[in-house]
């Protein structure tokens, strides 16, 4: 069974097999949480959400399944956490928008066809003040986005499953890294 794990939202969401673990806020025992729902098994698969989001949190989760992918034998690939959330949309094309702070969103389009889903081109930077929204976009933060009108989408732990059997192979990232949308801070001013 394939272990799942998110943190890209204010929530840390986990999935293994039928199995769904939804903790609220930022709780602190959530590996132990995550131990308790695996119950002893073993993954045979490990696979992390892996944004854009809570930069923190993504990193977290990253660190936590490369850590027990030493211990088991598993290395942890990744997936855009923007794909439940487009998924979760039940558009076949569908932008996901989310708010990238600094007075920025990101966006990224994706498109369904039967069971798969595709990301229609990279992720992008759009000025907040130049923003124009359509029918077919959503939003996980459309409240405080909520000038924009955008439909509300959430990420659920019961999602992950499917979003990751809809992804093809190429999607899903054999090398997590957090997807970051700004340069580093300070980046600038090393010239």
Do not use: N
Not at 155 to 183: C, F, G, N
């Amino acid at each position: 069974m394939q272990l799942i794990l998110d943190r890209s939202s204010a929530a840390t969401l986990i999935a293994f097999g039928e199995r769904t673990l939804t903790l609220p806020g930022r709780d602190e025992t959530w590996v132990a949480k995550l131990g308790d729902l695996l119950g002893g098994e073993k993954p045979t698969a490990l696979t992390v959400g892996v944004g854009p989001g809570s930069f923190a949190g993504i990193r977290a989760a990253i660190a936590c399944l490369q850590g027990l992918g030493l211990g088991w034998g598993l290395k942890p690939r990744g997936f855009p956490s923007a794909a439940a959330l487009a998924l979760a949309s039940d558009l076949s094309e569908v932008t996901v928008v989310g708010d990238a702070r600094r007075g920025t969103l990101w966006a990224v389009r994706y498109r369904r066809t039967g069971e798969r889903l595709e990301q229609i081109g990279d992720f992008r930077i759009l000025a907040r003040e130049r923003f124009v929204p359509t029918s077919e976009m959503v939003s996980p933060d459309a409240a405080r986005l909520a000038e924009f009108a955008l439909r509300p989408v959430e990420l659920t732990a019961e999602l992950l499953p499917r979003t990751v059997a809809a992804l093809s192979e190429a999607a899903l990232l054999a090398d997590p890294l957090p997807i970051y949308l700004h340069p580093a801070v300070g980046a600038a001013h090393a010239e």
